[in-house]
């Protein structure tokens, strides 16, 4: 079956704007999770939704970084004021229930210039 | 320094070789462990994932975790040059879902 969907796949915007990053879960995954991986790095936790709560959003870096799950599916990742250092590939991932292995789609490579 | 070590490589091994990789860590309250591969410009793939300590074979694969050392392995027989990746360790604790991740090992089969 289809995978973790991530759109736009590559992403360039200029610092100082605003960019939404979307996720598209597998069908039926409760659990939604967002990681950022910067170059070289593994990926790092930033927020956690079940359902469509945020759970966990300690990993978020500051108050510039906001995700939502409106009807607990589609999430979307927003960053607004960009700044270089937020440059990063993004990194999704569902799994079925709290607790059970996750599954990453691609990413959207973010380049803020 | 960081919960999760992970060597970065590269490590290049010839087609047929056994790989071993591995990561240690220092949180003693890490309890799921997970292997994932990620190809360039791909996302990651999870191999195997294994609660608390022993081991795990999968095909090819074998996972092993050793909580009393704080060292886990991945051993990978027969490899392929399908094989060429970055491995990530990956674990956590009772939440099971705020993976802290090593920083990969860039692995090279070559025919």
């Known amino acids: 079956g289809a995978g973790v969907s991530q759109t736009p796949s590559n992403k360039v915007t200029e610092k100082g704007k605003y960019v939404e990053l979307r996720c598209d879960p597998i069908?039926?995954?409760?659990?939604l999770y967002w990681y950022r991986q910067s170059l070289g790095q593994g990926p790092e936790f930033l927020i956690y939704f079940q359902g469509t709560g945020a759970a966990d959003d300690s990993g978020l870096p500051n108050d510039r970084f906001f995700a939502v799950r409106p009807e607990g599916s589609v999430s979307t990742l927003k960053i607004q004021r960009t700044e270089r250092g937020d440059s990063a590939v993004y990194l999704c991932?569902?799994?079925?229930?709290?607790?059970?292995?996750?599954?990453f789609g691609n990413g959207t490579r973010l380049t803020v210039t | 320094q960081k919960e999760v070590e992970q060597d970065p490589g590269p490590l290049s091994v010839p087609e047929g070789a056994i790989v071993s990789l591995n990561c240690t860590y220092s949180?003693?309250?890490?309890?799921?462990f997970m292997w994932y591969r990620q190809y360039s410009r791909k996302g990651p793939e999870l191999l195997m994932y294994?609660?608390?300590?022993g081991n795990k074979e999968d095909g090819r694969f074998t996972a092993q975790v050793d909580k009393s050392s704080k060292y886990i392995s991945l051993f990978i027989r027969d490899s392929q040059p399908s094989d060429s990746a970055t491995y990530l360790c990956?674990?956590?604790?009772?939440?099971?879902?705020?993976?802290?991740f090593g920083k990969g090992t860039s692995l090279l089969v070559t025919p």
């Open positions: 949180n003693s309250a890490f309890q799921y």
């Open positions: 069908s039926g995954h409760t659990a």
């Open positions: 990956a674990m956590s604790g009772d939440s099971g879902y705020a993976l802290n």
């Open positions: 991932a569902s799994s079925p229930e709290f607790n059970s292995p996750l599954h």
């Open positions: 294994t609660y608390s300590s």
